[in-house]
């Protein structure tokens, strides 16, 4: 158990729609992390917020959205869900800098039919 | 922008076998990552290099860091069943904050 939880783990839902998934980070850590995972793509970085404030963006789509509230709690916004935002959707969170250990959640799994 | 290219994508080996995986930056990376992924599970962190030529080693996993700090390999010494998942790298660099993922080796073993 890695400390960071996610919810919910499974989301189904249709074309179009919008879904929130979100994350707890690990006690103490200002930062979190998004990634999304598909089979053909790896592990690939959308976002990162340090308390509060976005750091880094990635390769994040403009139909997704993300912020971190005062508790350092996190949400990733995705709408207009296309079938190919299927993905495993991973939240990371460390004390602060990119360099220190990422820990990851165990995932948001979502399908758009 | 900085890319990070793992290979080989897969590998199957016998048990006892070894195995190695390569890493290779587009740019000079100031510190690299190794993260393992369990079938169906999440990435879970092995280690950190930063300096360069840096070797560390963990029971049968030894972890490599070029002394370009543009590559770095991870290698298992005769592979165990419980060694199964995909291990991926990931590198920062400079003022980058971003931590790039290579796309990862699936590693399977045949028991």
């Known amino acids: 158990d890695s400390g960071v939880t996610q919810t919910p783990k499974h989301l189904i839902t249709a074309t179009g729609q919008r879904v929130t998934l979100r994350c707890s980070p690990r006690?103490?850590?200002?930062?979190v992390y998004w990634y999304q995972q598909s089979l053909d793509q790896g592990l690939q970085f959308l976002i990162q917020y340090y308390n509060g404030e976005e750091r880094a963006k990635g390769n994040i789509l403009e139909r997704f959205s993300a912020q971190q509230f005062p508790d350092l709690h996190s949400e990733l916004n995705l709408s207009s869900l296309e079938l190919g935002d299927s993905a495993l959707y991973f939240c990371?969170?460390?004390?602060?800098?990119?360099?220190?250990?990422?820990?990851f959640g165990p995932g948001t799994r979502l399908t758009v039919l | 922008g900085q890319q990070v290219m793992q290979i080989p994508q897969y590998q199957h080996v016998q048990e006892g076998e070894d195995f190695t995986t390569y890493c290779n930056s587009s740019?000079?990376?100031?510190?690299i990552q190794w993260y393992k992924q369990r079938p169906g599970g999440h990435p879970v962190f092995l280690i950190q290099l930063v300096k360069s030529g840096e070797v560390k080693k963990q029971k049968r996993l030894t972890f490599q860091f070029g002394e370009a700090k543009k590559n770095s390999s991870l290698h298992i010494t005769a592979t165990q069943t419980t060694d199964v998942g995909t291990y991926f790298c990931a590198g920062s660099g400079g003022s980058n904050y971003k931590l790039t993922f290579g796309k990862g080796t699936l590693l399977t073993v045949n028991p």
């Open positions: 006690s103490g850590d200002l930062s």
């Open positions: 740019t000079t990376l100031s510190n």
């Open positions: 990371a969170s460390s004390v602060g800098q990119v360099t220190d250990t990422q820990y």
